[in-house]
């Protein structure tokens, strides 16, 4: 060592990085050496011993070489490295108890079937951001052939998409698995696409709908604190403003017509509110555990009626 310059041998030394991995950063930019001797060797200063720390530390974390390539030219902050890297970790944490939890359930079966090990791979390896875009792509086969304002789509979307739990139980599991069939399969689509074109005249009153669901949700979330049942009096009478609504938002009467396709969309509206509210960890044995699911229930008797 002499001064403040280090042979690629001392900077090893010093950092306990070895010599072959201190060539690799050097060769792929990231810790070019300050000079050359006059044999040829490569000669690091003080700073780039430092320099040799950060990128090591960053590679430990988890760091890519192209992003720490990034950070030592400034393009990216460490700050908002460290908070990419712990999203990602975050995440991984997360997939890997549910993963976990997948297992548990799985060989709570004496003798795991193929079907287990189906439902297995689907919950492991759809992440939250898959599931939204096969939520997306849904949807998206669904309105194709009509012309829908993006902010309703939007909010179907969101509405639509439930949290993955972190450590599922087998009813969730299975509640998960439902979903993804209902999402994925071309029957569904076909018979969600054929409903809406009962009812889709071109037009829609996103507002009006929104203020509609809000007013039938507070309504029944009232309801449901003093004790409601679905089937009272004021259920049925929050049920049909919530249909006369619909009608009205959709710029529909509500004629026989629009209560056949509120008949068969509820049956499928109602099952995937309960398969949501499974995967919230709400409890669905109750009528009251959800305000839509409580809207539906108090929607059978009038819908029968109307048959």
Known sequence: ???SSY???????LSGVSVRRIRFYSDKGLLPPMGRTSNGYRVYSEADLARL??????REAGVSLKTIRKILSRDLTLTEVLQMRLGTLEAEIASR?????????????????ESDLRRLWAMTTLSQGQLRKMIESFIDKVVERFHVDDAWKAQMIEMGTPELPEEPTPEQ??????????????????????EMALVWKGEFDLAAYTAASQEALAKARKAIANGDLPTSTNAAAIAREWLSGLARVMRRDADSEFIDWARTHRERARRYQELVATLRGDDTTRSAAREWLWIHEAMTPLL???A
Do not use: Y
Not at 176 to 191: P, V
């Open 1 to 3: 060592m002499t001064g």
């Open 7 to 13: 042979t690629i041998g001392e900077i090893s030394e």
């Open 53 to 58: 720390d950060l990128i090591r530390a960053l």
């Open 97 to 113: 108890r549910r993963i976990a939890a997948v297992l548990r359930a799985t060989l709570r079966a004496s003798e795991p079937a």
């Open 173 to 194: 599991i299975d509640a998960w698995n439902e979903i993804i069939k209902m999402l994925t399969e071309e029957s569904c689509i076909k018979a969600m696409r054929s």
């Open 304 to 306: 029968k009626s109307a």
